[in-house]
Nanobody, 125 residues
């Protein structure tokens, strides 16, 4: 079992920035990936970004490219999502995800082995 604890959500005005954090604990794998998904009200959960535990590869959903940056501190088993130029369409519950495997697989909602509890991000216009 892997436990994921997220932090950093909140309310921000359009154009602002937030940083999300997620720390994994428990039986983590030597080869793993972590990432972020989000779910807006009335919509399906969608992929946002993923990164390998080795910090070598990253993937982003097209609408966040150039605005969001995913990073990882392998020593701390912690993944970050730095979000800039936020807009109201980014409002959602953001979920941290963990996969014992390659980051390229962590791009669908079927992929994660474990999920965090979610953290709310609200962007006001």
């Amino acid at each position: 079992q892997v436990q994921l604890v997220e932090s950093g959500g909140g309310l921000v005005q359009a154009g602002g920035s937030l940083r999300l954090s997620c720390t994994a604990s428990g039986r983590t794998s030597s080869t793993y990936a972590m990432g972020w998904f989000r779910q807006a009200p009335g919509k399906e959960r969608e992929f946002v970004a993923a990164i390998s535990g080795s910090n070598i590869v990253r993937y982003y959903e097209d609408s966040v490219k150039g605005r969001f940056t995913i990073s990882i501190d392998d020593a701390k088993n912690t993944v970050y999502l730095q979000m800039h130029s936020l807009n109201p369409e980014d409002t959602a519950v953001y979920y941290c995800a963990y996969l014992a495997g390659a980051a390229q697989r962590l791009r669908t909602t079927r992929a994660p082995d474990f999920w965090g509890q979610g953290t709310q991000v609200t962007v006001s216009s």
